[in-house]
């Protein structure tokens, strides 16, 4: 690996043509805040936005991007010059990820496009575990189809980062290594995942139920059980490892000779420090369970306390890509596919145990509850139950809805143990230590989370 130079991030972005799709996600939010912090001299940032026409995607990314917090220190920074600054960098593009060209209708901007990226960001997902079917296929899976043959078009591309989950390891449990999906392959050895058979199936269902004048609801229900009976058919736990799998082989299998990178993040929370602490969208995969706790409206859930889980904070995350990215064009080697776990279980693991004990310890000394009416009384450990079921406290009217969140969390929080190894993602860290502030500016390092302080003053608050 070559070596890294203190000023070697800012000197590879200087002048770059990005595209980011799914540019109103949290990750992507975070990542394109971090690249004009750290490099304003960026040549253009395409974001692709699901919107019906450009006015409508300015007006989303605006709303929803560069309006958050999370933009604060950029605001302070240009001041009145801000929008300025962003209408010379940043071209909002009303864009559909599942369809060719992303439907975008204005040929001078494509051809724009095509001729200036030189990095795909591809993050555009449905992160929802309990998706229609036929939305997660569109989205997880044809999406990376479609920004796949998009990057093949780009004459100047250098690499096309692919962001996907580590829970694509479906049911296997022990240590998970950085390995690529080749096409066809399944978790479960009697089968094998025909993407093509995946969108007959699911062309045929909607067939039927249109035939059958079927309702809206009953379509939704109905497309979201065939996702779940497919995944599990496969020995993936939801629908959205299932369409994030087949995405992953679409690139993997289908790149030709672009260099590929594939982020592989556990459960993503919180920043830790960067752009500053906590910084954070609604409510995320185990937030749920910290939020029903602290408002006493629930004091256990399905678990098992003695498994391992693994959550990143997302800055972290942006940290990684952008090392990886910057990295992987450094070294001009023959291996020209790299995958990275980038998590916590393997550096510095914490146990559901743990969580518990940590979160009894925050409601105790930030009581919630006497903002919801809860005499200081209630204050009882939070317990996770492997057994757990939707009647252990919740009257009937309630069961249905929990039921449904329950089976969602259950193979994440009971599964057998996994451990994600990150071999790659760990020489990552090591090409960057020492290296003056970089180390610093772009943490990467599970080991320097302290997850008592963490969860406590940053994350739960």
Not at 225 to 241: F, I, K, M, S
Request: with cysteine.
């Amino acid at each position: 690996m070559a070596e890294f130079r203190s000023n070697d991030v800012e000197e590879y972005f200087n002048g770059k043509t990005i595209l980011v799709t799914g540019a109103t996600g949290f990750l992507a939010k975070i990542f394109v805040e971090k690249i004009l912090r750290v490099q304003p001299n960026i040549k253009r940032l395409y974001l692709l936005v699901r919107a019906s026409n450009p006015h409508v995607a300015i007006q989303r990314l605006h709303t929803e991007v560069f309006g958050k917090e999370l933009f604060k220190i950029q605001r302070d920074k240009w001041g009145d010059n801000f929008s300025s600054f962003l209408s010379e960098k940043v071209v909002a593009v009303a864009a559909d990820v599942s369809l060719h060209n992303f439907g975008i209708k204005d040929q001078t901007l494509v051809e724009n496009m095509l001729e200036d990226i030189e990095i795909i960001v591809h993050s555009a997902a449905t992160t929802r575990f309990d998706e229609r079917y036929d939305v997660a296929m569109n989205t997880n899976t044809m999406g990376a189809y479609n920004t796949l043959n998009f990057a093949k078009m780009c004459p100047r591309i250098q690499v096309f980062l692919h962001v996907s989950t580590a829970y694509v390891c479906g049911e296997r449990k022990g240590l998970i290594p950085e390995e690529p999906f080749q096409m066809g392959q399944t978790r479960k050895g009697s089968s094998k995942l025909d993407i093509n058979l995946e969108k007959k199936l699911i062309e045929q269902k909607l067939s039927e139920l249109h035939a059958q004048n079927a309702n809206e609801e009953t379509i939704t229900s109905i497309m979201k059980e065939l996702g779940a009976t497919r995944a599990n058919l496969h020995g993936l736990q939801d629908t959205y490892a299932l369409t994030k799998v087949m995405g992953e082989m679409i690139v993997t299998n289908m790149k030709g000779n672009i260099p590929l990178i594939i982020i592989r993040p556990t459960t993503i929370l919180g920043t830790h420090s960067d752009p500053f602490p906590g910084w954070i969208e609604g409510v995320r995969t185990i937030d749920f369970v910290f939020v029903e706790y602290f408002k006493g409206a629930m004091i256990s859930f399905v678990g098992d306390p003695n498994i391992t889980v693994d959550g990143i904070p997302a800055d972290m995350v942006t940290n990684s890509m952008i090392i990886a990215l910057m990295l992987h064009s450094k070294n001009h080697t023959s291996n020209n596919l790299m995958i990275y776990h980038i998590g916590t279980s393997l550096r510095n693991p914490i146990k559901l145990s743990d969580v518990q004990d940590i979160m009894h310890l925050y409601i105790t000394k930030n009581p919630w509850l006497t903002n919801y009416g809860k005499s200081k009384a209630f204050f009882k450990k939070f317990t996770f139950l492997p057994n757990y079921t939707e009647d252990h406290e919740f009257p009937q009217e309630k069961r249905s809805r929990l039921k449904r969140i329950i089976n969602i969390y259950r193979p994440y929080f009971t599964d057998p143990e996994r451990i994600f190894d990150d071999k790659n993602t760990e020489k990552l860290r090591m090409a960057i230590k020492g290296v003056d502030n970089v180390n610093r500016e772009f943490n990467l390092d599970p080991k320097s989370i302290d997850w008592k302080d963490y969860l406590m003053n940053v994350h739960f608050p």
